[in-house]
Each structure stands twice: as structure tokens, then as C-alpha cells.
């Protein structure tokens, strides 16, 4: 099923810039407009507030997607992680909507999540790859992903799909909302694909800096602010979960209040860039952290020059730039795990469904 993939990670890494085109006429009527299941779309309309729950990489999304719900269905949206929610449940707003983001649809701490919202009685929504699924089936309703099967443990495609689909909801309740669009979604979402596509091509310079930067580290950090951070979190989680170097997210900003003393002679330093209003703030930190021996390599997506930026992503919308974003990271991982030996679809200690609590 692999055909001449080595691994199924990068297998599914590569598809996705069809999966995001999938989805747009997946959900695209024939005006071409987006359009959702009015039962779904008027449950949202009648809330104050959005809380997305979620384990891991679709964790991550819904951090990456808070922005989007928030500047373009103007709904608050407040993330959590599932583990924690059904034993810490906060203080509810009085029309609170329920986001459940899971790509197999059957872990047990967003199921865990979901009995105790199912028990207050608030509508809920499962955003699943998987149709029929356990959390699809005790939801109010269900988006799928449309991904195709995400084998490789280390989530990929579900979690450029997630945001995708939020892109898309958030799109048509703006619509719904008769609100101004202030971008082209399908389009800016053809462009995210497109976009997938140039970077992916670069590859083989990906695995060089890889190859000279994390064969023989143990630790690793990521920094960036606001969406970029969102992207650094899930960037970290994926090069810990198959390559096993100590990896860290840390906001930018944050380093100067402690993270900073850990920088020593040769410790990488990846840095993401995609908002421009916090481009400045970020490149003083690789600044700082050069000073301290730091290895640093940006990725970015308005470079101010070649030498300084290793990898630059095609400039789009910032609300969707971490589709594009997270797709370099996913290489890094992917280069680092298979540089140095490791089972890449299958890091030890992992399942791809964790249905114990
Ligand atoms: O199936 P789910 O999206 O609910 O899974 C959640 C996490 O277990 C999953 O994302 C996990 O973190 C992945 N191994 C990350 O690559």
C-alpha cells in the first residue's frame, strides 16, 4: 500500500496538499460556496462559545484553529486538552458548543470528555477520519476528514485536514452570519495546497540541515509566536515522538524568563516565522540564542534574506500559514527519525489509537 514509499509517514506527508483540495469540494456546493448541515451550522449560531477538545497532534490543531474560528466565525474559542477536561471541567458559558478533534474517532480521554458533556446536556461536534466511529457516533453531529487512512503512527495529514475543516466551518458560519469575507477561503486553501507542494519539493536540503544538525543531539527547540508557537508545539511533539531527542515549544517571548540558561555550544534552535507583526520580536531571539552557541535554522515565510533564512514558505493568508508551516517540521521529524535508524511508522512505547485513559 506504500508502493515505493519507504514509510508511511512520508507517504501521508506528501498527500497532503490533495487532501486539502479534497476538502474543498468535498464541502463546496455547486455555487461553490461552502456548505455544512444546517442542523450543525444552527447549533454553532445559537452558542456563545466554542471549546475544542482533543488529545496530541489534534490538540495541537485546535490551537492552531482558534484564530481562525475566532477572526472569521467571530466566535470565542477556548482549546483543552481531553485528559484534563472531564476531571476539571471550567466554568461554562450559558451556550457553550462542543469541537471533539480526533482523527481515529476512539480516544478514550476525548470519549471520557465527551460522556461528561453528553451528561450536561450541550451539543457537540466530532471532526473524525474515521465515519462511524465512537466519538462521530455519541456526538450531536460529524464532519469527516477526508484524509484517507492515516497508518503511521505520527499524525500527519489529520492534522493539516483538522484545520482545514475548522477553516472551512468557520468560513461558512461567517457566510451564515451575512459577516464580509475578508479572504477567499477555497482559494487561500488551494494556494495552502499549492504552497505544500513548493516546500515538499525541497526536500532533499530538509534532510541536510538534518543530517548535520540532529544525528547526535539530545535536545531540541523550537520557538515562534502566537499561530507560530501553536505550529512549534506540534513540530516538538513530532520530532519527540519518533526520533526521541528531547524536544521543547517554547513562545519566543518566553525564552528570556528561563528557557534561555538550557542554550549551550550546538544546541538546535528552530525557529518558525509566518506573522509578521511578531517577525522582529522572534528574529531578536535567534539573535540571543546565536550569542549563546545556539545552532539555529529559520523557517519562514517573508525572509529577509537567503543566508538567514533556510527555509522559506510561500507567503499566504497568516491565518492558514500553519498548514504550511507544520508541513517543513513533519520532514524534519521524518529525516531525523530515518537518519538515525529508527522505525519511523512505529516509535517504541506508541499505539496509533490510545483507547485507555
Ligand atoms: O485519534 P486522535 O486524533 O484522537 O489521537 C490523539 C493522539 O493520540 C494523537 O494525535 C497522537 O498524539 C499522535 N501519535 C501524534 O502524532
Not at 477567499?184 to 536540503?205: F, N, P, T, V
Not at 542554550?263 to 522582529?280: K, N
Not at 515565510?301 to 500553519?322: C, G, Y
Amino acid at each position: 500500500e506504500k508502493g515505493a514509499y519507504p514509510f508511511y509517514m512520508i507517504k501521508e506527508i506528501d498527500e497532503q496538499p490533495a487532501v486539502l483540495r479534497r476538502l474543498v469540494q468535498e464541502y463546496q456546493n455547486d455555487q461553490h460556496e461552502f456548505e455544512i448541515d444546517t442542523d450543525l451550522t444552527d447549533d454553532l449560531l445559537n452558542s456563545d462559545r466554542v471549546y475544542v477538545i482533543a488529545a496530541g497532534t489534534s490538540y495541537n490543531a485546535g490551537w492552531a484553529s482558534k484564530a481562525i474560528m475566532e477572526k472569521v466565525a467571530k466566535i470565542p474559542t477556548e482549546v483543552h486538552l481531553a485528559s484534563e477536561f472531564a476531571y476539571d471541567i471550567p466554568l461554562l458559558s450559558e451556550k457553550p458548543f462542543f469541537i471533539f478533534l480526533t482523527q481515529s474517532g476512539e480516544t478514550a480521554d476525548s470519549r471520557q470528555a465527551l460522556v461528561k458533556v453528553n451528561e450536561l446536556g450541550h451539543p457537540s461536534l466530532t471532526i473524525t477520519n474515521v465515519k462511524g466511529s465512537t466519538l462521530s457516533r455519541e456526538a450531536s453531529h460529524t464532519l469527516l476528514l477526508h484524509a484517507g487512512p492515516e497508518i503511521a503512527v505520527a499524525s500527519t495529514k489529520a492534522y493539516t485536514a483538522q484545520i482545514t475543516v475548522m477553516a472551512i466551518l468557520a468560513d461558512a458560519l461567517r457566510a451564515l452570519k451575512s459577516e464580509e469575507a475578508s479572504f477567499d477561503m477555497a482559494k487561500e486553501i488551494g494556494l495552502a495546497a499549492s504552497a505544500m507542494e513548493s516546500i515538499l519539493s525541497e526536500r532533499d536540503d530538509i534532510k541536510t540541515w538534518v543530517d548535520s544538525n540532529l544525528m547526535e543531539t539530545r535536545n531540541a527547540f523550537y520557538i515562534g509566536r502566537t499561530a507560530d508557537y501553536y505550529v512549534a508545539m506540534e513540530a516538538a511533539l513530532k520530532l519527540k515522538e519518533i526520533s526521541y531527542i528531547q524536544t521543547e515549544a517554547f513562545a519566543s517571548g518566553e525564552l528570556k524568563h528561563g528557557t534561555i540558561a538550557l542554550i549551550e555550544e550546538g544546541t538546535p534552535v528552530i525557529a518558525l516565522i509566518s506573522g509578521e507583526l511578531t517577525s522582529a520580536h522572534t528574529r531578536g531571539n535567534i539573535e540571543e540564542v546565536k550569542a549563546r552557541g545556539a545552532n539555529t535554522m529559520v523557517i519562514s515565510t517573508h525572509a529577509l534574506s537567503r543566508e538567514d533564512d533556510q527555509f522559506i514558505v510561500s507567503n499566504l493568508n497568516e491565518l492558514l500559514a500553519p498548514l504550511v508551516m507544520v508541513v517543513v517540521t513533519q520532514m524534519i521529524a521524518y529525516y531525523t527519525a530515518l537518519g538515525r535508524g529508527l522505525d519511523v511508522d512505529k516509535p517504541r512505547n506508541l499505539a496509533k489509537s490510545v483507547t485507555v485513559e
